[in-house]
């Protein structure tokens, strides 16, 4: 298996991004009062790290993959829009590991480590918020599908 | 690790003389995922002391005791069958371990009662900054290593420092 480019990894990481600064915008909407603001926050959180990979990658003279005009993301109610932000902190873990296991640029690989913590650390607060008993909130090997 | 057919002159070898071949160089791997395993045991075995102490709280030290365990598993697949054992829990629970367990018996739980606030909060104290410590650790030695024990360090940082959210 060859290594994919640190580009190629970036751009799947925006793709990803782009997915979920999405997604938490629909997911808020179904959320009220502290839950809303959490989702809010993340949303932000997810904007500067989009932010921070777009220009990544027109450094590294690459076209940004774009955003899609829709994604998938139903969300009637509240257990839903709880389960998508888990699921979407999922998903981006796997991208972050990816990065810290796919580069050998040491600056990215802390880029793709402080992006897995800081993923599997919000994915644990939703799990929190669900109310996920303790000994399930937290997992073992984030990133690892 | 050097053997001592790697320290034998090579039949045929011309030149300068019948010294000892260059080996292969040591793994530099392998010394990294040995500290990670350490630190990884270490945790464990904080978790078990304090599953003795503070059974009423068994389920989620458990748990987390039982994600030590998947690092350590981790760091052995991408090792490459280095012999690890993954001490045995207290109380008999199933863990990711082989073999025999590498710590000695385990002394029988408190019979103290239970512990009062102020123990537990220093417990969960004690453990959270242990995580985070080791967080620290793996990422630091993540950097330098090879893609398939920093995707895994990387793993294990981003678990530990989720756990410090349930210890409170």
């Known amino acids: 298996m060859t290594a994919r ?17 999405f997604g938490y915008g629909v ?13 809010q926050t993340a949303e932000n959180a997810h904007r500067a790290r989009r932010d921070d990979l777009t220009a990544r990658l027109r450094a590294l003279g690459q076209t940004p993959v774009a955003t899609r005009p829709s994604y998938d993301v139903a969300t009637p109610g ?9 699921r979407l902190e ?31 650390v919000q994915a644990a ?4 918020t669900q109310g996920v008993p303790a000994p399930g909130v937290t997992v073992g090997l984030p990133g690892v599908g | 690790m050097l053997t001592a057919a790697a320290l034998l002159p090579i039949a045929g070898c011309t030149g300068r003389g019948a010294g ?14 040995a500290a990670a395993a350490a630190r990884e045991r270490a945790l464990i075995t904080q978790y ?37 054992r993954t001490p045995a829990a207290p109380g008999g629970s199933a863990t990711a371990g082989t073999g025999s367990p590498a710590t ?36 630091r030695d993540a950097l330098p290593a090879g893609r398939a024990l920093a995707a895994v360090l990387a793993s294990l940082a981003a678990s530990e420092s989720s756990h410090p959210l349930v210890l409170t």
Do not use: C
Request: aromatic share 2%.
């Open chain 1, 5 to 21: 480019t640190d580009a190629v990894l970036l751009q799947a990481l925006l793709a990803a991004e782009h997915a979920a600064v």
């Open chain 1, 27 to 39: 997911l808020g909407a179904r959320l009220a009062g502290p839950q809303r603001l959490a989702a």
């Open chain 1, 78 to 86: 509240q257990a839903e829009a709880l389960a998508l932000a888990v």
């Open chain 1, 90 to 120: 999922e998903g981006m873990a796997v991208r972050w590991r990816d990065l810290a296991g796919g580069t050998v640029d040491k600056e990215l690989r802390a880029l793709g480590i402080a992006g897995l913590t800081e993923t599997a």
């Open chain 1, 125 to 128: 607060q939703w799990r929190l």
């Open chain 2, 20 to 33: 000892p071949q260059p080996t292969a160089p040591p793994d530099p791997d392998a010394p990294r995922s």
């Open chain 2, 48 to 84: 078990d002391q304090a599953l003795l102490a503070d059974p009423t709280r068994a389920a989620l030290l458990r748990a987390l005791r039982d994600q030590h365990a998947q690092h350590l598993a981790a760091l052995e697949s991408v090792a490459g069958g280095t012999t690890t």
């Open chain 2, 104 to 139: 000695p018996p385990a002394p029988a739980p408190s019979t103290a009662g239970p512990l009062s606030l102020a123990e537990r909060a220093a417990t969960n104290a004690r453990l959270a900054q242990a995580e985070r410590e080791a967080a620290a650790a793996h990422a």
